[in-house]
């Protein structure tokens, strides 16, 4: 079982920075693909950016194209998401997740889910 720990939200204001990661603890880390998803109130999660096993495959939403980066250090374990330029749009509780392919976070899915870390971005 894979246990996901999100860290680094908070409140920022609009134009800042972020930068959240993700701590797995259980399974071995290198044999999941990782990304990050976000629901916005009333609104469906989505997924922002995935990042393959091999850090050879990145995607991400186009609402974020160019402002966000997904980073994996498969050494220590860890997955982050560094959020610049920062807009209200983004305000959401933010999701760290696993799965057992790229594909499958990019179709929306996962096998293993985080708590969720809030980001609130003030205009």
């Known amino acids: 079982q894979v246990q996901l720990v999100e860290s680094g939200g908070g409140l920022v204001q609009a134009g800042g920075s972020l930068r959240l990661s993700c701590t797995p603890s259980g399974g071995t880390f290198s044999t999941y693909a990782m990304g990050w998803f976000r629901q916005a109130p009333g609104k469906e999660r989505e997924l922002i950016a995935a990042?393959?096993?091999?850090?050879?495959?990145?995607a991400y939403a186009d609402s974020v194209k160019g402002r966000f980066t997904i980073s994996r250090d498969n050494a220590k374990s860890t997955v982050d998401l560094r959020m610049n330029s920062l807009r209200p749009e983004d305000t959401a509780l933010y999701y760290c997740a696993a799965g057992s392919s790229f594909l499958q976070l990019r179709a929306g899915r996962a096998d293993y889910w985080g708590k969720g870390t809030l980001v609130t971005v003030s205009s």
């Open positions: 990042v393959s096993r091999n850090v050879a495959l990145t």
